[in-house]
């Protein structure tokens, strides 16, 4: 479980440090209720975005609400690190703005035989 600085984002997938497959599910709880949730995947090294930013609505009665959003990428030729950045933006204007990044790894895309 990787939780961000103020603790208004809480990641539970992937974990961190975790080699990662296409597509990768990332679920995990954000304590706020209005707002927008943004998740990239990049690669550590070069700083290359491989996917689309996944933007989500927060909203809801809760204090505290789930996600879970499949992201889809291409593997690079050769195992890499990466870096998945999760960060909320609140609108409720309670100043919960907020962002983790989680260490994870890609695995290569040779040898799967496909």
Known sequence: ISSSAKGVIIVKTPSKGGEIKSPLTISG???GNNG?????LKQ???????TEDK????EGKSDQISFA???Q?????MPQKGLLEVEYKDASGKGLDDKVSIDVNFPSDLGSGR
């Open 36 to 40: 927008t949730l943004t998740i990239k």
């Open 73 to 77: 990428f291409g593997l690079p030729a």
């Open 29 to 31: 709880l954000v304590y």
């Open 44 to 50: 550590k090294e070069s700083g290359q975005y491989v």
């Open 55 to 58: 933007i989500v609505k927060i």
């Open 69 to 71: 959003e499949a992201i």
